[in-house]
């Protein structure tokens, strides 16, 4: 079993910050990128930025300049640090775990979202 837990949402003005945090527990053998998505009222869920485990990031263009990805592969653990948040970052963060099973292939695993809300 995997279970994967995100922390850090929550309500903030605009211009603030935010750090999300996301930890991957069970039994792993490795893995792959480590990514967050977002989806907002009445919106597909979207790509944020994800990571490799060579370290490539792919951000959105809405993001670039104002969100930063880390991971911490000792610790499963993967980050969002948030910057100039806007209105528009409103939305429940979900973080992605890419898990590679060997000869068993790979499997997604999800978070249960967290809610970050940007006041105006």
């Known amino acids: 079993q995997v279970q994967v837990v995100e922390s850090g949402g929550g309500l903030v003005q605009a211009g603030g910050s935010l750090r999300l945090s996301c930890v991957a527990s069970?039994?792993?053998?490795?893995?792959?990128?480590m990514g967050w998505y977002r989806q907002a009222p009445g919106k597909q869920r979207e790509l944020v930025v994800a990571?490799?485990?060579?370290?490539?990031?792919n951000y959105a263009d809405s993001v670039k300049g104002r969100f930063t990805i880390s991971r911490d592969n000792a610790k499963n653990t993967v980050y969002l640090q948030m910057n100039s948040l806007k209105p528009e970052d409103t939305a429940v963060y979900y973080c992605?775990?890419?898990?590679?099973?060997?000869?068993?292939?790979?499997?997604?695993?999800w978070g249960q979202g967290t809610q970050v809300t940007v006041s105006s």
């Open positions: 990571v490799s485990s060579g370290g490539n990031t």
């Open positions: 069970g039994s792993i053998f490795s893995i792959n990128a």
């Open positions: 992605n775990i890419g898990i590679n099973w060997g000869p068993h292939g790979t499997s997604d695993y």
